[in-house]
């Protein structure tokens, strides 16, 4: 795994990472998809019960990289990959899925296959990193 730098801000008990390669904003016109979200309540029916891929982000309103990411998922997912679901868990707003995956960093993505995790990601990363990661699941 790449070396991520930590920014010096700290909140909710998790560490915001960024990212070690430039990103460059969404092209106008770029096509864009709303994005599942995840809670506490709904995760094992969402996540856990899903057939297929799903990828889920941790990620919070106060994490830059976070922000950075979500019109790059919001991409990916309007791409309609087959099988490939993309979604969203606020770490602030739903604590427990964050503890039961001990996700310490954001953003984090999860890789589910069937209800199973296959990979973990932490860091933001560019589009095609991204998508080759859920491709390989």
């Not at 730098?5 to 915001?16: D, G, P």
């Not at 309007?78 to 953003?107: C, R």
């Not at 984090?108 to 209800?115: A, E, R």
Request: net charge neutral.
């Amino acid at each position: 795994d790449r070396v991520q730098s930590v920014t010096l801000l700290e909140k909710s008990k998790h560490y915001c990472f960024l990212p070690n390669e430039p990103h460059a904003a969404p092209k106008k016109g770029t096509k864009m998809a709303d994005l599942k979200q995840v809670t506490d309540a709904s995760f094992s029916v969402d996540v856990e019960k899903s057939s297929g891929v799903f990828v889920l982000d941790f990620w919070a309103t106060w994490c830059g990289p976070c922000r950075m990411m979500e019109p790059v998922l919001k991409e990916i997912a309007a791409e309609n990959m087959p099988g490939v679901t993309i979604g969203q868990l606020n770490v602030d707003e739903n604590p427990q899925t964050a503890m039961k995956f001990e996700v310490m960093s954001i953003p984090t993505f999860l890789i589910f296959k069937n209800g199973v995790q296959v990979k973990r990601l932490t860091g933001a990363m560019p589009k095609a990193k991204l998508v080759d990661e859920i491709k390989g699941a």
